[in-house]
């Protein structure tokens, strides 16, 4: 699994967002590095991460390794994680997502409670899909397959993905966004489609973890509204709502400020 690392401290791993992979983290990492050893892992199939989940892309020789897909999960993609952990060594961590890192950050917290001592869930929510919204990710994940990730995925997300401030004052950002989905491998939009139309209501595990946590929320987000980080915060035992103005689905890109201001106090409290 291809990563980002920087910085020295508590160690924080910070999972991405759908159709993007780990350098929608820059800005928050840069401005905790002093504090926390961030880490930030691209997700199977996306960003420098294989779809077989084994190594960066580009470094397997398909004749002598043939590929083997495992089947689109976020409990795999949590796998996935976990097993970065032991390689890194890190029996415990600070564990953050962003919306599909959120999932999948809900998902470890199912399968290993005990390696999180804190999360944090930024612009995520906990139900499962709805039918449509179950149909809405298979379209697309076939789409991917037959269409390639063009500028269809990058025009339809955009608009979806930031704030209003954001798409009407800050063009740099806006450009930021469609460059990174469109940087993106049409195998692993695929894989992670199908993989969060398969993920379960998660909040029942939410009410079982009763380490710190902090809900996170762009005020303009319509993808995983304030309502949906209201019902999370409440329903995780020690759970602190921050709502982010100015932001829409993505604050690491559209607000730092704010979530890193928001996340220092809080993780300066965490022991790892
Ligand atoms: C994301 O930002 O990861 C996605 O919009 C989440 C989703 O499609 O549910």
């Not at 470094?59 to 002598?64: K, Q, T």
């Not at 809900?106 to 399968?111: G, I, N, S």
């Not at 969060?196 to 009763?210: G, I, K, N």
């Not at 993808?223 to 982010?244: K, N, Q, S, W, Y």
């Amino acid at each position: 699994m291809h990563y980002i690392e920087s910085g020295a401290g508590t160690p924080l791993v910070l999972l991405h967002a759908f159709p993007v992979d780990a350098r929608m983290w820059n800005p928050l990492r840069s401005r905790l590095e002093e504090q926390a050893r961030v880490i930030t892992p691209d997700q199977r199939g996306l960003g420098e991460s294989s779809l077989d989940g084994t190594t960066a892309r580009g470094m397997i020789e398909p004749a002598a390794a043939p590929l083997t897909v495992d089947r689109p999960s976020v409990d795999v993609a949590a796998a996935d994680v976990l097993e970065l952990l032991d390689q890194l060594e890190l029996p415990r961590v600070v564990l953050g997502g962003c919306s599909m890192g959120g999932y999948v950050a809900m998902a470890l917290l199912r399968a290993a409670p005990q390696r999180v001592a804190g999360v944090l869930l930024v612009d995520t929510k906990a139900p499962a899909d709805t039918d449509e919204q179950r149909t809405n990710r298979l379209n697309v994940a076939s789409r991917a397959e037959q269409e390639g990730t063009g500028s269809w995925l990058a025009e339809n997300m955009v608009p979806n993905l930031l704030g209003s401030a954001t798409r009407e004052k800050r063009p740099e950002v806006v450009g930021d966004l469609r460059a990174l989905i469109e940087a993106q491998p049409a195998d692993g939009v695929a894989w992670a489609q199908r993989a969060m139309a398969a993920r379960p209501d998660s909040l029942e595990t939410l009410r079982a973890f009763d380490g710190p946590a902090m809900v996170a929320v762009g005020a303009e987000d319509t993808i995983t509204p304030p309502a949906a980080a209201r019902e999370m915060a409440d329903a995780l035992p020690r759970g602190e709502l921050v709502e982010l103005a100015g932001s829409g689905h993505l604050p690491s890109l559209e607000a730092p400020d704010a979530l890193a201001d928001a996340v220092r106090p809080w993780l300066a409290g965490i022991d790892v």
